[in-house]
């Protein structure tokens, strides 16, 4: 696919870096900073070669009204948060207009990326993020923002998680840089774990009866700990729709 990806930042260069080997891919980046960082990439003259091409808009919010593309592309799939497929076809012109949502996860191919628009551009944008990760389809803007509001926002909610039980063994006496190698390995693992498995089976199955594990569950359930993750994913939500709402 021939891709024009404006905005080379964390996000943008993640993605640079996932789809540099099958794609033609032209990087207009308005930081000479970090221009200088992307080895081996290859500089658009200016935003004009979006003529015919996918354009993966990489840029902060709030930065949509200084991005002009003075013809039209094939495709404006934006990544950026709470800019509706409505405002998307007012600012631009192109045949299709996705949107997608990668995570921070995306920096080393394993994002889970949400995505939504034009179903006639669906393969299309389903192969470009399963290139970084795991792209799924939603039908709905709303489902897009509760996606984001859970593998968007999840890697903060999980590191938060993470500290914390390394937190915990610290606490009993474990010294700090071996409680967080125990941490990483315990997450690095869990992928495993989880394909193919509901989470409520794999803790049924970790907890024996009498045993250590299931005497911390009952310490988390009675902490509150499952409630104040629904309303982590919640709060997200009603963020995103508040910022959505404040760009229309």
């Not at 590191?159 to 840089?177: F, P």
Request: hydrophobic letters at 45%; one cysteine or more; charged letters at 25%.
């Amino acid at each position: 696919m021939d891709i024009l990806l404006i905005g080379a930042g964390a996000m943008g260069g993640a993605l640079l870096k996932g789809w540099g080997s099958s794609h033609s891919v032209l990087v207009a980046e308005a930081s000479a900073d970090r221009r200088r960082t992307l080895e081996n990439a290859r500089f658009a003259a200016d935003n004009s070669e979006a003529k015919g091409r996918i354009v993966v808009l990489a840029v902060k919010p709030q930065s949509l009204g200084s991005v002009k593309i003075p013809v039209r592309a094939k495709a404006i799939v934006s990544i950026m948060a709470g800019v509706t497929l409505e405002t998307l076809r007012e600012n631009f012109e192109a045949d299709y207009f996705i949107r997608a949502m990668p995570n921070l996860a995306a920096l080393h191919q394993r994002s889970a990326t949400a995505l939504t628009g034009d179903a006639g551009f669906k393969s299309e944008a389903l192969e470009l993020f399963n290139a970084v990760g795991k792209a799924v389809w939603f039908e709905s803007e709303k489902e897009l923002a509760i996606a984001t509001a859970l593998s968007g926002s999840g890697p903060g909610y999980l590191a938060l998680i993470a500290e914390a039980l390394a937190n915990g063994a610290v606490r009993l006496g474990m010294k700090s840089d071996d409680a967080y190698a125990l941490t990483q390995a315990l997450f690095e693992g869990m992928p495993s774990l989880l394909a193919g498995e509901h989470p409520a089976a794999l803790k049924d199955r970790v907890c024996s009866p009498n045993g250590t594990t299931i005497e911390g569950i009952a310490a988390l359930e009675r902490s509150g700990v499952r409630g104040a993750i629904i309303d982590a994913v919640k709060a997200a939500f009603d963020q995103s729709e508040r910022l959505a709402k404040k760009r229309d």
